[in-house]
């Protein structure tokens, strides 16, 4: 791995550089070019939310990828067209004085004024954009319009996440979060219902701020990763992203009964690591809990400015014994590889396809993303879709098709980034075969940089108008 310790000053950032780098205009492009076919039961938006600093605004020696104003993407296909692409800067106070622009208004947590950078979907009728460590959700318009900060109609009472994690089986979100340095000595389990009005919280005691970015799911627990990265108070003194490798800090991950107390909590030890992603998770007949995720071993240790530099993630299962209390660890995938997904009709279910992104180390390679994969974690079998020469696909993106039986029966949607070009396309794998051919490509206007997350949100879901 390439070491980055940027406390010298440094005149490039391997996270400014290649397609990390921002794009400086918002655009809207109709009836984009496809190559192929896009399948006409796609009828919705394909949305995606990542880091995107305003020009000027940062110091690039110092900044941190994951602090920059945030800018969702999105593409609406319909009718086997994709009849738009938008880009646009979340509305927080700082980009809409950079803009001239009116400030949405809205109730936040602690007043804080950065737009979600992370996350966005669709649930309750709404579109939301999504941020970590004591962000407030905003909603957007169905063309990706600011609206407001939104703390789900007045019923959240701290911070929330970027990665809440959906039940199909009771239609809730739920979401452990933290807040530097808000929340000083506790995270907070969230669970948001069917009608986008918070309906349950629970403080869980921790020692000290821990970065904790997600969580995992299942029928009988919410599970807690306190892993040993943790606020550096000489890194936030400087005004940097304050987060970084604790060695003296225990690694543990916690059971939390869904339908119990923070006193019931049941902690388990592990072995130094870190997870911003775990693919799924579900409880087994014996009691013990599978926790299949993407494990680091070590994060911001001396890459300071990203995740990429100190050690790349494999894809790993962990089975918790909550009787001993013990975890048991293997490997399923050793390829470098990460953001994670599966089917959400199998959210917290036994399974058997996840499927994730390759990467590399940022400081050392152009481009981070590479291949994307298709996993069967039961039998380790993996395919993969190789994008080509000079081109990585990101996050993919998994819809099921209208009434299948089998589990991967849909398509993976993949934003893909080709260097040759400096170009960006929307390509649609078809799930069960997705080393054949695409069944779509679909080029838009302009690069999109490498972000972090998005989802399909079809019209059914969230309506035009909404």
Not at 14 to 29: D, S
Not at 106 to 120: I, K, L
Not at 334 to 354: I, K, L, N
Not at 380 to 385: D, F, L, R, S, T
Request: glycine content about 10%; overall charge negative.
């Amino acid at each position: 791995m390439t070491n980055t310790d940027d406390r010298a000053p440094a005149r490039t950032n391997p996270y400014l550089e290649g397609n990390r780098a921002p794009v400086t205009q918002e655009l809207t492009a109709f009836d984009l070019p496809v190559e192929g076919q896009i399948p006409t039961e796609l009828e919705g938006r394909w949305l995606r939310n990542g880091p995107n600093p305003l020009p000027g605004s940062i110091d690039p020696a110092l900044h941190h990828w994951f602090v920059g104003d945030g800018m969702v993407h999105g593409v609406r296909l319909r009718g086997g067209r994709a009849e738009w692409y938008r880009n646009r800067y979340l509305r927080s106070d700082h980009v809409a004085d950079a803009l001239g622009e009116e400030h949405v208004g809205g109730p936040r947590f602690g007043e804080r004024d950065f737009g979600p950078n992370t996350n966005v979907g669709g649930f309750a009728g709404k579109t939301w954009a999504m941020v970590e460590a004591g962000g407030t959700p905003m909603t957007l318009s169905y063309e990706l319009d600011t609206i407001a900060w939104d703390d789900f109609s007045g019923t959240l009472p701290g911070p929330f996440s970027a990665h809440p994690k959906y039940d199909p089986t009771t239609r809730e979100l739920h979401a452990m979060t933290y807040a530097w340095p808000d929340l000083a000595d506790h995270v907070q389990y969230v669970v948001v219902g069917p009608d986008g009005l918070v309906s349950k919280t629970v403080d869980i005691p921790v020692d000290g701020w821990i970065m904790l970015h997600d969580m995992s799911l299942t029928p009988t627990y919410a599970v807690i990763y306190d892993l040993p990265v943790t606020v550096d108070i000489d890194l936030a003194m400087e005004g940097r992203f304050p987060f970084r490798w604790n060695p003296e800090r225990e690694a543990r991950v916690g059971l939390l009964p869904r339908a119990g107390d923070a006193a019931d909590t049941i902690w388990c030890p592990v072995d130094p690591c870190y997870v911003f992603h775990p693919l799924n998770a579900y409880d087994q007949a014996d009691g013990s809990v599978v926790l299949d995720l993407c494990r680091y071993d070590k994060m911001f240790e001396h890459d300071l400015r990203g995740p990429f530099g100190d050690s790349l993630a494999t894809l790993d299962r962990w089975t918790v014994d909550p009787a001993k209390q013990k975890v048991t660890e293997e490997r399923i995938f050793d390829a470098p590889q990460e953001f994670p997904r599966h089917a959400d009709h199998v959210g917290g279910q036994a399974y058997q396809f996840g499927y994730t992104a390759e990467t590399r180390d940022a400081g050392a390679n152009a481009e981070v993303f590479g291949r994307t994969y298709k996993v069967d974690v039961q039998t380790g079998e993996v395919a993969a879709h190789d994008h080509g020469s000079g081109r990585g696909g990101a996050e993919p993106v998994f819809v099921a098709r209208e009434g299948a039986t089998a589990e991967d029966d849909g398509w993976l949607l993949v934003l893909v980034y080709d260097a040759t070009t400096d170009g960006s396309e929307l390509v649609i794998l078809d799930a069960t075969d997705i080393a054949s051919a695409p069944v779509a490509r679909v080029t838009l206007p302009h690069r999109v940089p490498d972000g972090f997350h998005g989802n399909w949100v079809s019209d059914a879901s969230v309506p035009p108008g909404e």
